[in-house]
């Protein structure tokens, strides 16, 4: 499918398979700090950005997405930095592009929440519609395929990203993705598939959720999407076990201490491979067709969600093959130790 854009893609009936989570990722390697979540990566090792892309078009991502994510005026102004603004977003959008030319992947450039949108108050969101505009033209000059608007908590201010779209990213598609709360609604009250289904009615190439739920809460709320809306849905999780009385993230409570886990002690809370298997079987049973994983995804989740439709990646080729363990595997090939080794460490012998 190389060469064809993210409309042709979706049109022809493909999928596509879009890997988030670099905020998250970085700042677990400890290169982004928590808290104000501003991808100074991107300026101090530009070289460590560039791999995670290519990383994650190894692992099946259709789409290298600009690390611009929380790089927006706002975001920069809280960590007094706003001197790097453009700098950064010109950078980030460079390094997306390099890596998507170089692998014929599609480019996106990314806007998202700013944190300032306060409907009905005119100061602010001007203040809103400056951010978005400045990042869409940056976007445009480096010429990105498409624009992911993402992790709105509101219809207005994702209604806002997607005019910014429309009016300065010179005909490229937008994706637009709600953030789903412990609500079935968006802030401002609607629910998130009549959310959705506004904003394809307002022009949106792809419509959907990121962020926000783990795979266990956000796919019931798709169904809903998927019945409201008529065009491409999108479905990005984080990696995270939420349930139904923890659906979000920040919501989850440590088992073992009793505190909140929100962002410090995630790691605790990760979800299994066989439940992000699980997850891209219900994506592609539902008929999501673009779909990736957001917070806490790395490249062998991104590998699984590729593999679960249909995709050979080329990290494909390290898939696991416990046929070959020699405790675990065929027992033809290990007999004795096989027997020997089970029964030492797992107390059973099949
Ligand atoms: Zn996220």
């Known amino acids: 499918m190389p060469g064809q854009g993210l409309l042709q893609r979706l ?19 400890g290169y ?9 990566v991107v300026i101090d090792h530009p070289e460590l950005v560039t791999q995670l892309h290519e990383e994650f078009v190894h692992a099946g991502s259709d789409v290298v997405l600009a690390f611009t994510y929380y790089g927006h005026r706002e975001k920069l102004r809280v960590i007094g930095k706003e001197d790097l603004l453009e700098v950064m977003n010109r950078k980030a959008l460079a390094l ?20 300032i949108y306060r409907q009905g108050e005119e100061e602010s969101n001007k203040k809103v519609a400056a951010i978005f505009k400045e990042q869409v033209e940056w976007a445009t000059e480096a010429g990105v395929d498409f624009i992911v ?3 709105f908590g509101e219809l207005g201010e994702a209604m806002m990203a997607l005019e910014a779209i429309k009016m300065y990213g010179n005909g490229v598609p937008a994706v637009i993705t709600l953030v789903p709360a412990g609500r079935g609604a968006t802030y401002d009250g609607v629910p998130f598939g009549q959310a959705c289904r506004k904003l394809e009615e307002a022009g949106a190439a792809v419509v959907g959720l990121n962020c926000g739920r ?3 809460t956000i796919v019931p709320l ?4 998927r019945q409201a809306c008529h065009g491409p849905i999108a479905c990005l999780p984080v990696t995270y076990r939420t349930t139904e009385s923890h659906p979000t993230m920040q919501s989850l409570i440590d088992p073992i201490t009793g505190e909140r886990s929100f962002p410090y002690d995630l790691p605790g809370q990760t979800c299994s491979r066989t439940e992000i298997e699980k997850f891209s079987t219900a994506c592609r049973e539902l008929g999501v067709t673009y779909v990736g994983l957001c917070c806490g995804n790395c490249s062998h989740y991104m590998r699984i969600v590729a593999e679960i439709f249909g995709r050979n990646p080329e990290a494909s080729k390290f898939s696991p093959d416990m046929s070959q363990h020699y405790m675990f595997g065929d027992k033809k090939k290990f007999s004795d130790y096989t027997t020997k080794g089970m029964v030492e460490y797992t107390g059973a012998e099949t």
Request: proline share 3%.
């Open 11 to 29: 049109q022809n009936g493909s999928n596509v398979m879009v890997a988030e989570g670099y905020l998250f990722e970085f700042e677990r390697r």
């Open 32 to 40: 982004l700090k928590a808290g104000a979540f501003v991808p100074e």
């Open 96 to 115: 997306a592009r390099d890596v998507a030319w170089a692998t014929g992947t599609l480019f996106a450039g990314n806007i998202c929440n700013t944190t």
């Open 149 to 151: 608007g993402e992790t």
């Open 214 to 216: 783990g795979p266990g």
């Open 222 to 225: 798709m169904k809903e999407i």
